[in-house]
């Protein structure tokens, strides 16, 4: 356990389903993060949230929405996926403080398949 | 343009020293990573240096950084099977909001 909690480790949905993934961190970390890895594809930052406030939306399709209600908690509700959707999803929290990054906290992802 | 790149595959043998190697063009980086993925596994931080450090040790690990190359590496000492894995390198912009760029992973074979 990497002290970041990521539910659930697989999820199998149909492009007509709604979904959500929760992230959840008690690191006193106060920076959350959506990523997507793909096979043979760069790691794609696709939201990012600092003390609750959404700073960074990487022109991501509107199929995916993020939920931040608490500094520990977010979530990326799913609806209408398409199959080329199909990736694991990362969350991932850092501790932002000043000039000093020390690198992400990364939970273990939802493995998602959309049929 | 800012662009992290590192060879896709690297195999070596039990015992020996694996080189991970990595360059990138952003020479505003203010931190340098390594992340490890194991198989059905998120990243995990392995070490990191400050752009202003030359080298960094830490245990089996040792980082070097040449700044005026822009060129990064990760040498494993006594490589173990346990090794086996993909091995990310990151930098981090100092852009107000520190964006980190991930390379695509290297991934490293250890036989046996």
């Known amino acids: 356990e990497t002290g970041v909690t990521q539910t659930p480790r697989h999820l199998v949905m149909g492009m007509t389903n709604k979904k959500s993934l929760k992230c959840e961190q008690h690191?006193?970390?106060?920076?959350m993060y959506w990523y997507k890895q793909s096979a043979k594809k760069p790691l794609e930052l696709m939201f990012v949230y600092n003390f609750k406030e959404q700073t960074e939306n990487n022109s991501v399709p509107s199929r995916f929405s993020p939920e931040c209600p608490n500094s520990s908690h977010l979530f990326l509700h799913l609806h209408t996926l398409q199959p080329e959707d199909s990736a694991l999803y990362l969350c991932?929290?850092?501790?932002?403080?000043?000039?000093?990054?020390?690198?992400?906290?990364f939970g273990s992802g939802t493995r998602l398949t959309v049929v | 343009g800012e662009d992290v790149e590192q060879s896709l595959f690297l195999s070596v043998r039990e015992g020996d020293s694996s080189v991970i190697n990595c360059t990138y063009t952003d020479s505003s980086s203010t931190y340098l990573y390594w992340y490890k993925q194991e198989p059905g596994a998120g990243l995990q931080l392995l070490t990191y240096i400050f752009s202003n450090m030359d080298m960094k040790q830490d245990q089996r690990l040792t980082v070097l950084l040449n700044k005026k190359d822009k060129h990064l590496s990760l040498r494993i000492a006594d490589t173990q099977t346990g090794d086996s894995a993909i091995y990310f390198c990151?930098?981090?912009?100092?852009?107000?909001?520190?964006?980190?760029?991930f390379g695509a992973g290297t991934r490293l074979f250890v036989k046996a």
């Open positions: 690191l006193g970390h106060n920076a």
């Open positions: 990151a930098e981090s912009l100092n852009t107000g909001g520190f964006k980190t760029i």
């Open positions: 991932a929290s850092r501790r932002e403080e000043g000039s000093t990054n020390y690198g992400y906290t």
